[in-house]
C-alpha cells in the first residue's frame, strides 16, 4: 500500500452534474497531482498542487478545478459533467525535488450518465 | 509534443520465460523515467526508475535499460511468473520548479501463462 487514499472509490452522476474527489497524501509528501484514467489508456495528468497553489496543468479545460489544504490533502472538482468524463481519477503524492517518485492512490472510478 | 510511445500493446510469456517492454520519448528535457504496474481495479503502483544518466538499472527481477542518444528505454522482466500478469506502463517526468508532470505511455497488457 501506498499511504495515498482516494474517496469514493467508485460514483455515479448524471450528465450536468458537478462532483467532488478527495484524496490524503502520503504523509511527508508536500505535492499532489490528479490523472483521468480512460478505460484501456495511460494516465493523463489534469493538475497539480504544491503550497495550496496549483502550479502545473495538463489539457484539461477549466471545470476541471482542485484544491489542496494545509494537510496536504487534495480534492477534485469536475463541473458540468460530460459522458466523456467516465474514468479512472487518480491522486498522486510526491514530495518536491528531483528524482522522486509519485505513489498513486487506488482510484476513484467515475461514472457519468 | 511531450509523448511517450509504448510498445507493445500486449504481451504472452509462458512462465519463466522474458518480458520485454519498451519505450521511446521525444523531449530531451524529461529528467526521470519510472515503470508501473498496475492491476484491474487498482491505482498504478511503482516498480523501478531511472535516471537518464545511467543506463542500466536492476532491482530483483525487473531491469531498465535506457539509451539516451537514441532516447529509449525499456523494461525487462526475468524468470516471469503468472503474478507479473497486469498492464505495464512506462512513463517520463518533467520537472520545473516545483512541478513535475508525468507523462505515460499507452501501456502494455503482460499475460504470463503457467
Redesign the interface.
Known amino acids: 500500500e ?1 499511504g ?1 487514499t ?1 474517496s469514493p472509490t467508485h460514483l455515479i452522476k448524471t450528465r450536468g452534474q458537478q462532483v467532488t474527489l478527495r484524496c490524503s497524501s502520503q504523509s511527508g509528501h508536500n ?1 499532489v ?1 490528479w ?1 483521468q484514467q480512460a478505460l ?6 489534469i493538475f ?1 498542487y ?2 495550496e497553489e496549483e ?2 496543468r ?1 489539457n484539461f479545460p477549466p471545470r476541471f478545478s482542485g484544491l489542496q489544504f494545509p494537510n496536504y490533502s487534495s480534492e477534485l472538482n469536475v463541473n458540468a459533467l460530460e459522458l466523456d468524463d467516465s474514468a479512472l481519477y ?1 491522486c ?1 503524492s ?1 514530495l ?1 525535488g ?10 476513484t ?1 467515475l461514472t457519468v450518465v | 509534443q511531450q509523448q511517450v510511445k ?1 510498445s507493445p500493446q500486449s504481451l504472452i510469456v509462458q512462465k519463466g520465460g522474458i518480458s520485454i517492454i519498451n519505450c521511446a520519448y521525444e523531449n530531451t528535457a524529461f ?2 523515467f ?1 515503470w ?1 504496474q498496475q492491476f484491474p ?6 516498480l523501478i ?1 531511472i ?1 537518464p544518466d545511467v543506463s542500466e538499472k536492476k532491482e530483483g527481477r525487473f531491469t531498465i535499460s535506457f539509451n539516451k542518444s537514441a532516447k529509449q528505454f525499456s523494461l525487462h522482466i526475468m524468470d516471469s511468473q503468472p503474478g507479473d500478469s497486469a498492464t505495464y ?1 512506462c ?1 517520463a517526468i518533467l ?13 502494455t497488457q503482460l499475460t504470463v501463462l503457467p
Do not use: I, M
Not at chain 1, 528531483?98 to 482510484?107: D, H, I, L, R
Not at chain 2, 520537472?95 to 499507452?106: D, E, I, M, P
Open positions: 501506498t495515498v482516494q505535492t497531482s490523472y484501456g489508456q495511460g494516465p493523463q495528468f497539480q504544491y503550497r502550479n502545473g495538463g487518480l498522486a510526491s518536491v528531483v528524482n522522486t517518485e509519485a505513489f498513486f492512490g487506488q482510484g472510478r | 509504448q529528467d526521470y519510472p508501473y481495479g487498482k491505482g498504478p503502483a511503482l526508475a535516471r506502463f512513463a520537472s520545473s520548479g516545483s512541478a513535475r508532470q508525468l507523462t505515460f505511455g499507452s501501456g
